[in-house]
C-alpha cells in the first residue's frame, strides 16, 4: 500500500464518521457530499475512474438533490 | 430481560462476532491481490475484439449489455413508480415563482449550467474511448438542467425540461436499448451481440453497437433523473 492509498482509505474513515455523527438532516445531507468526494478520490487513487465518475455524479447531483427535495418539503409543513 | 441478563447476551454475542471477523480478516487476499481470471481475459482481448479503449464501456455496453438492460428497466421502472405515487394533474396550474435571491448562487450556478451539461455530454461521447458513459455522463446533463432550478428560475428549468420530450427520450432509451438487442436478431446474430462495422480503434467511429447502447443509455438516465428531479420539486413547489 502506498502513503496516497493509505490516506485515502483514512479519508474515508473519517468521512464516514463525520457522517454518522452528524445529527441535523440538512448538515448530515452536506456532510454525505463530502463524504462521496472522499470515495470519489479513493477510487482513483485505486485506479477505477468509471466507478469514480459515477460514484461523483451519484454523491454530489443525484443523491443530494433527493435529501434536498425531502427536507424543503418536510420543513414547509412544519412551518404552515 | 433484565439489564444483567441483556449485558451477559451481548458479551457473548458481542466476543463470538469479533473472533468470527478476526479469523475471517486473518484468511483475506493480500492487499492488492487480484484474482478475477475475468478481469485479466477481458482486458487483453476487449481491444482487439470490440476496438474499444475504455475496457470497462466494452463489458457494460457488450459482454455483460445484458445486465444493463436489466438496470436500464430498474431505473425505467423505478422511477415510474415515483412518478404514479407523487405525480398529480398540476400540469395545469400554474408555476409558481420561484427565483433565486442570493446574487453569488445565482452568478455561480447560472455559470456551472453550460459548462455541467457539455461535461455530461462530452463524457457520454467519449465512454467507450475515455472513462465515463451513458450513466455518468447522463446524470451530469441532468444534474447541470436542475441547476437552471438552483440558480435561477423554477419556470426556466421547467421550460427548459418540457414533460412531454423527457417522457419521450425516456421512452427512446430504455426501448432503443432493448431494439438494438432485437435488431440484432434479425441480422442474425445473437440478442444484443455485436454485429456492427467495428470502426477504427481510438476514434469515436469504434465499437460497433457500444456506441448506439452508450447514447440510449445516456437518454434513458438523463431523461429518468430529470423526471425523478421534476416529480421532487413539484412536491416542494406546491404545498398542500
Avoid: C
Avoid at chain 2, 23 to 42: K, N, R, S, V
Avoid at chain 2, 192 to 215: F, Y
Amino acid at each position: 500500500m502506498i502513503p496516497l492509498q493509505a490516506v485515502a482509505i483514512a479519508l474515508v474513515g473519517l468521512g464516514g464518521l463525520a457522517v454518522v455523527t452528524a445529527r441535523d438532516p440538512l448538515r448530515q445531507t452536506l456532510v454525505a457530499g463530502l463524504y462521496g468526494l472522499a470515495l470519489v478520490i479513493l477510487f482513483v487513487i485505486f485506479q477505477a475512474p468509471d466507478v469514480a465518475l459515477s460514484e461523483l455524479v451519484v454523491s454530489s447531483i443525484a443523491f443530494p438533490f433527493i435529501l434536498l427535495a425531502a427536507l424543503a418539503k418536510l420543513r414547509g409543513r412544519r412551518r404552515p | 430481560m433484565s439489564l444483567r441478563v441483556r449485558l451477559g447476551l451481548f458479551a457473548v454475542s458481542g466476543a463470538v462476532l469479533g473472533g468470527l471477523l478476526v479469523w475471517a480478516l486473518t484468511g483475506l487476499p493480500a492487499f492488492g491481490d487480484f484474482q478475477g481470471e475475468y478481469g485479466q481475459i477481458l482486458n487483453n482481448v476487449a481491444g482487439h475484439e470490440r476496438h474499444v479503449t475504455n475496457v470497462v464501456s466494452s463489458v457494460v455496453f457488450d459482454y455483460r449489455g445484458f445486465d444493463t438492460l436489466g438496470e436500464e428497466f430498474i431505473l425505467f421502472t423505478a422511477v415510474m413508480g415515483v412518478a404514479l405515487l407523487l405525480r398529480e394533474a398540476r400540469d395545469d396550474r400554474e408555476r409558481p415563482r420561484d427565483e433565486a435571491r442570493s446574487d453569488a448562487v445565482r452568478a455561480v450556478g447560472l455559470l456551472l449550467v453550460a459548462p455541467t451539461v457539455v461535461v455530461g455530454l462530452f463524457v457520454v461521447a467519449h465512454g467507450y474511448l475515455t472513462p465515463g458513459g451513458g450513466f455518468q455522463g447522463g446524470v451530469g446533463v441532468a444534474g447541470g438542467l436542475v441547476l437552471l432550478y438552483a440558480a435561477g428560475r423554477y419556470r426556466a428549468y421547467r421550460a427548459a425540461s418540457p414533460h412531454g420530450l423527457i417522457d419521450f427520450a425516456e421512452g427512446t432509451g430504455a426501448g432503443g436499448y432493448a431494439a438494438v438487442g432485437v435488431a440484432a436478431l434479425f441480422a442474425g446474430g445473437l440478442f444484443l451481440q455485436n454485429v456492427v462495422d467495428l470502426g477504427t480503434k481510438g476514434t469515436l467511429a469504434a465499437g460497433g453497437t457500444i456506441p448506439i447502447l452508450n447514447v440510449a443509455s445516456a437518454l434513458e438516465v438523463a431523461a429518468a433523473l430529470v423526471l425523478l428531479f421534476h416529480e421532487f420539486l413539484e412536491e416542494v413547489m406546491y404545498p398542500e
